[in-house]
């Protein structure tokens, strides 16, 4: 039999036929056993201590079984790192081999970022039935549009039957609801058979507040610091290698295991780590390693609030290494611009001129005092490629944190959407699109749960009320039919205004892929505003490319250096010359 060992991977995982490795870090258990569930009953093997505050064993087990792990006070408890919970956070854990899985997907490749189109869909309401199965059959339509990379909300498993995602208590389960581990791999083979990436949203920054079992086990939680969540995760303190081992394997997984050929980190700025060799830094080396073992393009994206081209600056220039990140300040520089709103973080994006920085530069704010904050933000990011850049004017948090849940569409309405999707899909960014804004969804996107937990529930019901001033049962987070109201009609992409935005931004995607100087991650950007034009220019040798966009309500007369000179822009309108000929 195979001996165990603190090399195997975390979790219940397969050795060979028959033979499984259960590995569990739990220093403050004395002791710890696995209990099986089997059909005969249930059977309790007792795990060695390895050191460090592991404990492991080599069991006999069946694919499926269903187990527990014991602790000295009698508690059974799943797994830290379960890659099944058939029955939801709070039933047992299962073993699940993904190598049993048999993919099609060989020679696949991811595209460059610089040639990405990321479309970003939370896959509960992606479709009606709100599976992974489901969304396979719109995959054809994505692909039409011109997406090449699809970018699924986190998957975790979470408690209920609905959720954002970004509650999961278990990182290494698929959410049974969604088709659970297989329906997952049925899904990204799907994409890859289609040509369409697949980057995931995982959750590092925390765990979610129900089902969480961790804390019983070791100190996945420091009280160092503290996030918006509570308890900051422990990236620093004493056995915070054990837990940045957790969340590397998490991140491999995903990659080795599922076939993702990227993952987006939601909040990094939430990872407190002040150590000499970060977690992120480390992160991203190991990533690095297995794309070059895998021979397969793997591509890292942060969420970070900070500002901070550290994030997205090469390891050996000791940045973190990311190779792109979201980008609020494109979004929130459009937004304020077209919709006039000043509220929260609007106010600092009064001045149209932010919109011009942000082409040219990346941040929009690189050290300036934000009146939002009350202190300086950012630093200078001018010197990066445009390509490490997201870009997007909607996405699950723009929509979501607002109080009515709208999208750009029903804000500004459909010539201004249009006007927003030609700012962002020509722009030197890469573009990320949220689910149904192509067609002008109209169904709003508001914050969902599906808690078991009363207190917890009413909890959240008074927190998003109080945030954002309305009445307990205005889009209650808890009520099921808040989510049913999230879910896409895609039948408005057929006519009438749906149809209309689906052609512009067929055309928007395809001018993009015709015009590779739009996206060019070398060419040099200049733009500027002149009262409520945006003249934007990108050049490369000697190419040239100039774009103009009337963020007014009026035609406007701009006059341009020879051989384009004075043209007209319509309202909320847009041109484009290239070497002077109109493209």
């Known amino acids: 039999m195979t001996e165990t060992s603190l090399a195997h991977p975390l979790g219940v995982s397969r050795l060979d036929r ?55 006070d009698g508690q059974a408890l799943p797994d830290p790192a379960s890659r099944r919970q058939p029955s939801g956070v709070h039933g047992p854990s299962a073993a699940f081999d993904p190598a049993d899985f048999v993919w099609t997907d060989d020679g696949f490749r991811a595209p460059d970022l610089d040639r990405s189109i990321i479309y970003e869909l939370h896959v509960g309401t992606f479709t009606e039935a709100g599976t992974f199965d489901a969304a396979i059959e719109r995959l054809d339509d994505l692909r039409a549009l011109g997406v090449t990379t699809v970018e699924p909300l986190p998957i975790a498993a979470f408690p209920g039957s609905r959720n954002w995602g970004y509650d999961g208590a278990f990182p290494f389960a698929v959410h049974e609801g969604y088709g659970g581990p297989e329906g997952f791999q049925r899904f990204v083979d799907a994409c890859h058979a289609r040509g369409l990436a697949v980057m995931l949203d995982v959750v590092y920054n925390h765990l979610g507040p129900e089902g969480t079992v961790h804390s019983e086990y070791a100190p996945y939680f420091t009280e160092m ?23 590397t394997e998490n991140a491999l997984m995903w990659l080795r295991d599922f076939h993702a050929d990227g993952l987006r980190l939601d909040a990094v700025h939430g990872i407190v780590d002040p150590t000499a060799s970060p977690f992120l830094t480390e992160l991203t080396a190991q990533v690095a390693e297995l794309a070059a ?24 220039a000791n940045g973190q290494g990311f190779d792109a990140q979201w980008n609020d300040d494109f979004h929130h520089a459009v937004h304020a611009t077209l919709t006039g709103e000043r509220d929260g973080y609007y106010q600092d994006f009064v001045s149209p001129d932010l919109l011009a920085r942000a082409y040219r530069e990346g941040f929009a704010y690189q050290g300036e005092h934000s009146a939002f904050r009350g202190r300086r933000h950012g630093a200078p990011s ?50 990320l699109l949220f689910m149904g804004e192509e067609y002008g969804e109209t169904a709003p996107f508001p914050y969902f749960v599906d808690h078991s937990d009363a207190e917890l529930l009413a909890a959240v019901r008074r927190g998003r009320a109080e945030e954002f001033g309305r ?43 015709t015009l590779p100087l739009i996206r060019d991650p070398d060419a040099t ?48 309108g847009y041109r484009l010359w290239m070497n002077g000929n109109e493209s």
């Not at 073992?293 to 390891?315: C, F, H, K, M, Y």
């Not at 750009?408 to 020509?426: F, H, K, P, Q, W």
């Not at 006059?559 to 822009?569: A, G, N, S």
């Open 382 to 431: 001018g010197h990066l490629p445009t390509s490490r850049f997201v870009g997007f004017t909607q996405n699950h948090d723009q929509v979501g944190n607002r109080a009515g849940a709208e999208r750009l569409s029903e804000i500004v309405g459909t010539e201004r959407a249009m006007l927003a999707a030609a700012l962002l899909l020509l722009s030197p960014q890469v573009p």
């Open 525 to 572: 950007t200049n733009a500027s505003m002149i009262e409520d034009v945006l003249i934007v220019e990108r050049s490369r040798g000697a190419d040239r490319l100039t774009m103009i966009f009337n963020l007014g309500q009026t035609d406007a007369t701009v006059d341009l250096p020879e051989p384009i000179e004075r043209v007209t822009v319509a309202r909320n």
């Open 18 to 72: 028959s033979s499984w490795s259960a590995l569990a870090w739990a220093p403050r258990c004395d002791a710890l056993a696995l209990r099986l569930i089997e059909d005969g009953g249930e059977r309790d093997v007792a795990l060695d201590a390895l050191g460090r505050g592991y404990f492991g064993a080599v069991v006999e087990l069946a694919a499926g079984t269903t187990y527990r792990f014991v602790l000295p």
């Open 225 to 247: 610091y503290s996030t918006p969540w509570g308890a900051a995760m422990n990236f620093a303190d004493a056995g915070s290698d054990e837990v940045r081992r957790y969340f």
């Open 471 to 513: 009445g307990d049962d205005e889009l209650d987070p808890g009520d099921p039919a808040t989510f049913e109201a999230a879910q896409l009609d895609w039948s408005r992409r057929e006519s009438g205004a749906g149809a209309t935005i689906l052609t512009a931004y067929r055309e928007l995607i395809a001018k993009r892929a």
């Open 293 to 316: 073992a895998t021979g397969r393009p793997l591509q890292l994206v942060a969420e970070s609030a900070d500002n901070n081209p550290l994030v997205i600056t090469e390891r050996e």
